[in-house]
């Protein structure tokens, strides 16, 4: 059975034309008018695949087909609100290709033994909360506080937005791990890997946890003139210093990324030796371990050099996808001829949510040309969405064997 | 003849107390009230030195008190204003002390050949252009643009301010060099060294030029978890290195100071690999050659690390001061037992702009405790005022025989 990977295309694009910018990109932030808009356009899609679909509670776009057995249901989701600006296959990709499997199971009059869900997820982007928020919600992972936070600058908390978008969140149940059988995602790498490496189809073998330290030198503010270079305590220099061994640390570890990507300088002049350096370290990893270990080397640098503050600003363990369905994966991509490549997602998805309630998670990636993404330039060829989406039927087929 | 140092302290710390801060430093803008108030009471202390005192028409006060022989001036100078919340030294101790001079001269019934003022020149501190404005101003060293810049939000220009302090800086005219014999002035060091050492009093030995650089290199932007260690160009791992290279390269030519105190990173997010940095690398040295020497050095690691730009942002000559000044502060220091040093001055001062005109020029400097300066903190003992005081005395008496 195959995918209609025209068929895809078509309704990929016209998907793209709703909240596209002057530059090329897609605006389409969650409960705005053009997410509205995709909304229904992508309701229209899956009830022409023979789905009943429905909104839950907090904004999550539910298109379901009972299977022949009943039980527990396997899920293939994504998002399509984007980010400010963004690009048409982030997110988009995979909910488009879960309604294209839908299609193509009605066209070839085929039905699992198990129920099916195509979904859609609220701002997964975090427009409003860190991201991942409609995931998050449905499973029980969105705290008390999430809920009262302010979201808007005229002081609107998250929940009276969802109110004033239509919805009942209030209403919400979250739903039990043991109704889904898997969770299923297709989705644009956002890194370069595939690309740069030729392959078609990325196995998804976690997601990386994310760390971020708020690191604080506290030197000595002093007249860049009249201090000479022995008398200063210059807490950019110390900076640096951190900076340079983020790379070396993280190169040394392997299969891990570490970036100083956010960094002030007080007072901030050009005659004043600097008093204090704040910068964020991130560090990115499938293994927790190898986080640690450079954080420690880091943290024993800087004590070396200069007084420090030190903050944890986030600490988000990685999700280790389920071995049997990347086996699966794998196993239809090779059996399709598809070249075909472990690999690490650097970025979180909404499969994070299913697989920190140890529900048997996998994930499909398709190489974004030169690893951009969240920018007008994204892009995947139409050829490598098709074989995601074939890849992501095969799975599904295969899942419902088991 | 020995100037009275108990005297000076009482007028210093008088003068300190106009204008004083809650922090315990002193706020007084050229032209703000407080300027006013202390102009006041520096022209009574001058009126009873024996001196006649008028303000010129961009507001220079001056006192002068003419010689038995006529001919050009010895100017003593310094300025009365400070920075936002600085110290009741910087500048202050060499028009109090030159006051003091005179103050001994008339108690001693001295008059010296040559006409001698006292000057407390107008916003030396740049609160309205980039300092040393009076005596510029005076020298013919401030151009046409100068006068129309915008110095309030109000939209108010130079000129215009001038004007609203009772002044008509349209008739001002242009001193001639010719009329100054040699200038001196005693200033606090803002730097450490002759604290730090253990020495009264510093010769200065001239006035470093500064050169500011805005370097920007132009790496590119990419996500902070998708984009692999090896595949990124990150513009502040490559700003980091310049950083780190710049106190390499100064120490090694020794006799000058290097400082980056201004850092941006755009986009300048957490999850963001750096994609654009500048930075402002700021190179100060009585030798010219040290500073092109290092710069050639930065740009040519610049080049081999990644895309950038280059932008000369400030290129200010060293002010050299004259030997036969330098040597007669020296030798007046070494008589009275006073421990003192030759050193340069790593800040700007009104000299520079008699020693651009060439005009002979000499600076005394006192300890500045722990090198502080344009703060509350900053503090120099009374004693090393008084030795300030006194070798200003007797530079002066040395340059009337001269």
Redesign the interface.
Known sequence: MRINSDRLREHLTQLGMIGCTPSGGVSRASFSAADRQAREYVTELMKKAGCQVYTDPVGNLIGRVEGSRGGPAIVMGSHIDTVPDGGQFDGALGVMAAIEVMQTLRDNNVSLDHPVEVIAFADEEGSYLTGTFGSRAMLGSISADDWNKVVSEDGTTLEQLLVSAGLAPRNLEVRDPSTVKCYLELHV?????LD?KGYSIGVVEGI?G?S?YLFTFKGKA??????????RQ?A??AA??I??AV?EL??QEGDM???????E?K????????GEVEF?V?L?ALEKKKVERVLQILRQKAEGLMDYTFEV?MDKDPAWLTPWVKDIIEQVATERGYSNLRIA????HDAMSFAYKNIPTGMIFVP?KD?I??APDEWTDWEDCGKGAQVLLDTLLKVDEN
Do not use: Y
């Open positions: 790498e956002q890194g370069g890997v740069a990386v994310i971020r002093n007249h860049a003139g009249t201090t000479p270079m022995d008398m210059d950019l220099l640096c210093q900076i340079l790379p993280v190169k990324v570490g970036t100083v990507g956010m960094l300088v007072p901030g002049a050009a005659n004043v030796v600097p964020v991130e990115r600003r997602s650097g970025a979180g974004s690893g993404s969240h």
